[in-house]
């Protein structure tokens, strides 16, 4: 499956923005969809995972400010990103994994100013 990830762009600090994981095939038999980033000179991170059964993570980091979801009919994933802070600058890349199959997507950055 390919994952274009896409929404992504500059806010203020205290901005919004909502990136989509648009899939080319069904991600109903995908376990775990995700949302990972890298910020300039760290490593990646996990930033929010959605299980088939619509359970969510989040890292600590983006609790109550960003928000996971998953349409299988339309084959995309979401991140809602609330309240966001500089600290969240970075490429967002979406993933998709089943047992020992793991794909990702392409990054979109984000870019949030003071």
């Known amino acids: 499956v390919q994952l274009q990830a896409s929404g992504g762009g500059s806010a203020q600090a205290g901005g919004s923005l909502r990136l989509s994981c648009a899939a080319s095939?069904?991600?109903?038999?995908?376990?775990?969809m995700a949302w990972s980033r890298q910020a300039p000179g760290k490593q990646r991170e996990m930033v929010a995972s959605i299980t088939s059964n619509t359970i969510a993570n989040y890292a600590d980091s983006v609790k109550g400010r960003f928000t996971i979801s998953r349409d299988n009919a339309n084959r995309t994933v979401y991140l809602q990103m609330n309240s966001l802070v500089p600290e969240d600058t970075g490429v967002y890349y979406c993933?998709?994994?089943?047992?020992?199959?793991?794909?990702w997507g392409q990054g979109t950055l984000v870019t949030v100013s003071s």
């Open positions: 993933q998709a994994r089943r047992g020992p199959l793991n794909f």
């Open positions: 095939g069904s991600i109903i038999l995908f376990n775990v």
